[in-house]
């Protein structure tokens, strides 16, 4: 079983940033594809941005292309996602998830359901 802890929301001006950590439990971590998602109020989740296990193969959702990095410490068991340049429309709650390849393949994955397991979530607001 695999827990994993978002950490980092909170209150920004739009233009300003926030670095989002998620922390994961487990001794295979590192074989773990990774993934940022969202979900605003009344709007479905929607992806954000995805990791390979490598830490290579990445994908971003285009609305945060150029803006957000996704990246991931195996030695710290932690994911993050800088977010850089908000705005309102990034307000939302940010959940990470995990899907354990046991190194079967580099992928990284765009959908909700590929994943196994979620965090709580920690939620972003972005004023104007």
């Known amino acids: 079983q695999v827990q994993l802890v978002e950490s980092g929301g909170g209150l920004v001006q739009a233009g300003g940033s926030l670095r989002l950590s998620c922390a994961a439990s487990?001794?295979?971590?590192?074989?773990?594809?990774m993934g940022w998602f969202r979900q605003a109020p009344g709007k479905e989740r929607e992806f954000v941005a995805a990791l390979g296990w490598t830490g290579i193969n990445r994908s971003y959702a285009d609305s945060v292309k150029g803006r957000f990095t996704i990246s991931r410490d195996n030695a710290k068991n932690t994911l993050y996602l800088q977010m850089n340049s908000l705005k309102p429309e990034d307000t939302a709650v940010y959940y990470c998830?995990?899907?354990?390849?046991?190194?079967?393949?580099?992928?990284?994955?765009?959908?909700?359901?590929?994943?196994?397991?979620w965090g709580q979530g920690t939620q972003v607001t972005v004023s104007s």
């Open positions: 487990g001794r295979t971590f590192s074989s773990y594809a």
């Open positions: 998830s995990a899907k354990d390849t046991r190194y079967s393949d580099r992928n990284y994955y765009v959908a909700g359901e590929q994943y196994n397991y």
